[in-house]
């Protein structure tokens, strides 16, 4: 019923095109964290996603689509990296672990929030949705403080001292945690001096205690991946139309994307007593069971 008329084939370029643009973003965030800082590189990812969103709503064109979909893809891998990193360094370590389980959170919330106004209101109304919410984090982007760590890595102890003091509350006494943090920041400095700091990143990553977790946790997320959940998402109403079922194909994707929701948040709270490596492992042979079936 759609105004543009497309083949299977740019039906396909469509859904796949934020997956080829999400890598380099993944590079080019990583690159101007410690450039630009925390809070202006989340702003500057954020910028992308909400053009592309309002390029697809007002597309006239597949090719407006394409590139709609490529600066979506490119915003939503440059965005991870910058808030993963910035909820990481201005949380207290006994909620950090919660926090960071937000994030999964919120994106089976997103998903849930597609099928419901995609069941009901038309693609590009969807798409200008979608551009609403990431320009509402944008501009609420603009009043976060600076991560504290990065202030102090670069010198600024005063501006770190008063962004510490809005995270945790203006009666609370940071002047322990500041220390903290100054103290981590000499340590980083006094090992890696002149030539030494622009190769220390790369030495450590070669370190066998940092390749063997990298290297588990890139096989882990390539099965993820590998085990069909993109296709899954994007084309949950086709797949359900195909099996042959009889009751409204709207309707079960919705029903699906609220299990999700569910369970994301079950596997949150179990990972708070269980623990992420039990969690990993329970959930790891949960897609095997399902890919078998």
Not at 130 to 151: H, K, R, Y
């Amino acid at each position: 019923d759609s105004f543009i008329q497309i083949t299977p084939d740019q039906a396909s370029w469509i859904a796949s095109l934020p997956s080829v643009a999400t890598p380099f973003g993944c590079f080019l965030s990583g690159y101007f964290l410690d450039i630009l800082g925390r809070k202006r590189t989340i702003i500057l990812c954020l910028t992308p996603m909400i053009i592309g969103w309002y390029l697809v709503g007002s597309a006239s064109g597949v090719y407006t689509i394409y590139a709609g979909r490529l600066l979506v893809g490119l915003g939503a891998g440059m965005v991870g990296s910058p808030v993963r990193v910035y909820t990481g360094e201005i949380t207290q370590p006994h909620l950090r672990g919660m926090l960071a389980a937000v994030a999964a959170i919120g994106a089976s919330a997103g998903v849930s929030i597609q099928y419901i106004v995609g069941t009901y209101f038309p693609w590009n109304f969807l798409a200008f949705v979608n551009g609403s919410i990431v320009t509402v984090a944008f501009i609420s982007a603009f009043f976060l403080p600076e991560s504290p760590q990065f202030l102090i890595n670069k010198g600024h102890v005063e501006a770190a001292r008063a962004a510490l003091g809005r995270l945790r509350g203006l009666s609370s006494d940071v002047d322990m945690e500041v220390q903290y943090l100054i103290d981590h920041a000499s340590k980083t400095d006094a090992s890696y001096n002149g030539d030494a700091r622009k190769t220390h990143a790369l030495r450590d990553i070669l370190q066998p205690s940092i390749l063997k977790p990298f290297f588990i946790l890139a096989i882990y997320f390539f099965l993820y991946q590998f085990s069909g959940v993109n296709p899954l998402t994007f084309y949950t109403v086709e797949i359900i139309q195909e099996s042959g079922t009889k009751m409204n194909t709207y309707t079960v994707t919705i029903v699906l994307g609220l299990v999700r929701l569910g369970f994301t948040v079950v596997s949150c709270i179990l990972m708070r007593r269980l623990g992420r490596r039990s969690m990993s492992f329970i959930s790891s042979m949960c897609m095997v069971l399902a890919v078998f079936l």
